[in-house]
């Protein structure tokens, strides 16, 4: 694993943090959500009204070719995109990028409803039904078929890199989120939670997209009516505080402090690429996704599918993530360490004499270790001594790391009980024994700081707020990762044709138990880089076609005018 951590790290360098000063992909998708925002006149604000019609049923016709309703539609992309990132993701943008971070993922969602709106539209409009009449749709069609035979290349990479990232960013990544919550508030063993993961997972995905719209429209609604009124109750109970945060989140969304604690380095690009790496990831604009679903939208006019589309960023990032941020924000929890408790296989042990004295905060000086630790594991050269007792005040010489944050006090446990023995360190972690706990105080970071925030804030009811974050963890990473394996599906029957589609779905549900047992970063790490990859066909595709784009959107809405006065 050391080999693929190392290699997902370098190529996640290059496609998101490169030039450090103003990443390229970072200016490619705000670019690119400007300009259609242009191009199409601010239809993200003005079309709003029309879009609540087209879900409502308004203009709903059951003779039209398609597979689900525009409700279904929406759903189904809503259940792929309201979930993990609106718990795990906000709370990681918070985490490393601080409070300002949330600013750039509301700029990231303005623009992203105008990119929604292209791709979606783009999708229906060139969309295919293959020999048993499904619908086939997305990037990859409207690549091949919008920009010709000698765009070809450009549909197979987009397709290539959406197989790939379902098993990252619609799959491992939730897996992962819904483990750490079943750890952390449970102490389930991640191989169980893996197992069931993937058995629920398989159960629905074989029964193919009428299947997964038919439970994501069930469940996803409900799951974000219960998370919503979660939130709105602490908000209520931290009104006095949400002013403040508003102010807090502006302010150091241009002008970022250190945090004391390690979270946060205070680098602007910092916190700008968080705010855009996890509103990306919350609402999937730009990234080719949501259009797979939509195209199978039951409706013979793209705009219209379109508008529907453009609803996704609004409702998953603008309402539901900054109720997330808020409640994290207000209760105060974001730039605190709390009393944990981790199987020693997740947390990073650091040789006290890597770690250097003078730097901005425990972050930077983490960041330095590691730096130090891997070069030393490269050269070949010892980085921590074969044995440590852990009872004779020798943890001096290795201090332990949780969530980029030193764990402060750490006491070594075994069966529940504080641990006096040897310790063995291989290749920079902890060798032996591996059934070790440590407790001490850690930063909190993904699922596991939203559920905090939440614990916090319903305290004055109950000591339950975080169980209700646990529920939601699950229920959304499992309705993510059914619509995601849809996406998969339709790549791979471009690829390969619907013979490879059955195996694809049994590695998908192999995937579901993976995600559950490798390390958070790993996963995190191989579903950004994915993500950021699949972005650049897709982008190149909207924008080329955007001329075609706004033909029809001016002609949709010209023959509904006429409609109406008559």
Not at 125 to 131: E, I, L, T
Not at 286 to 291: E, L
Request: some cysteine.
């Amino acid at each position: 694993m050391g080999f693929l951590k190392e290699a997902v790290d370098f190529l996640n360098h290059y496609v998101w943090s490169f030039p450090e000063s103003l990443p390229w992909l970072v200016v490619v998708l705000l670019g690119s959500g400007l300009f259609v925002t242009v191009r199409l006149g601010l239809i993200q604000l003005r079309k709003v009204g029309h879009a609540l019609a087209v879900v409502a049923g308004k203009y709903d016709d059951p003779k039209d070719e398609g597979d689900i309703s525009h409700f279904q539609a929406l759903s189904t992309a809503l259940s792929a995109t309201v979930g993990i990132g609106n718990i795990a993701g906000v709370a990681t943008a918070i985490h490393y990028g601080g409070p300002g971070a949330m600013f750039w993922m509301w700029v990231t969602a303005v623009f992203g409803m105008a990119l929604k709106y292209s791709e979606c539209t783009l999708a229906v409009r060139y969309r295919d039904f293959d020999q048993a009449g499904m619908v086939a749709g997305g990037p990859m069609y409207y690549i091949e078929r919008g920009l010709g035979p000698r765009a070809k290349p450009l549909a197979l990479l987009f397709a290539g890199c959406g197989a790939l990232a379902s098993f990252g960013t619609g799959n491992m990544n939730q897996a992962n989120t819904v483990s750490v919550s079943a750890v952390t508030d449970f102490g389930a063993s991640p191989l169980l939670v893996g197992l069931v993961t993937a058995g629920l997972v398989g159960a629905v995905i074989l029964g193919g997209i009428r299947r997964i719209a038919s439970v994501s429209s069930r469940v996803a609604p409900s799951m974000a009516l219960l998370y919503v009124l979660g939130a709105l109750v602490i908000l209520a109970l931290q009104a006095d505080e949400i002013p403040a945060a508003f102010a807090t989140i502006v302010q150091e969304a241009f002008d970022p402090r250190a945090s004391v604690s390690g979270s946060v380095v205070g680098i602007f690009s910092v916190t700008l690429l968080w705010g855009v790496k996890r509103g990306l990831f919350s609402n999937e604009a730009g990234q080719g996704s949501a259009p797979i679903a939509h195209a199978a939208a039951r409706t013979d006019e793209p705009v219209r599918e379109g508008v529907v589309a453009m609803l996704e960023p609004l409702i998953d990032t603008l309402i539901i993530c900054t109720m997330t941020g808020l409640v994290i924000i207000t209760t105060g929890v974001w730039d605190e360490k709390h009393e944990t408790t981790l199987p020693i296989g997740l947390v990073q042990p650091i040789p006290a004499e890597l770690l250097p004295e003078s730097a901005q905060n425990e972050n930077l000086r983490i960041r330095q270790a590691e730096t130090a630790v891997d070069s030393a594991l490269r050269e070949g050269r010892p980085v921590f001594p074969s044995r440590v007792d852990a009872d004779a005040g020798r943890q001096d010489h290795v201090l332990f790391v949780s969530s980029d944050g030193l764990v402060a006090n750490p006491i070594l446990l075994a069966g529940g009980k504080p641990y006096s023995g040897p310790v063995r360190f291989e290749d920079g972690a902890v060798a032996s024994p591996e059934n070790l706990e440590i407790r001490g105080k850690m930063l909190l970071n993904s699922s596991a700081l939203t559920a905090e925030g939440f614990r916090r804030g319903l305290l004055t009811l109950g000591d339950f707020g975080n169980y209700i974050v646990t529920f939601c963890v699950f229920m959304f990473a499992l309705s993510t990762m059914i619509s995601w394996s849809y996406y998969g599906d339709r790549c791979v029957n471009y690829l390969f044709g619907a013979r490879m589609v059955l195996p694809y779905r049994m590695l998908f549900t192999f995937f579901s138990f993976l995600g559950c047992v490798l390390a958070l970063e790993t996963v995190w790490a191989y579903g950004d880089l994915m993500l950021g990859i699949m972005v650049v066909p897709n982008l190149l595709g909207v924008v080329l076609l955007s001329p075609e784009l706004v033909r029809m959107t001016r002609q949709y809405f010209k023959n509904l005018e006429k409609e109406r006065s008559r």
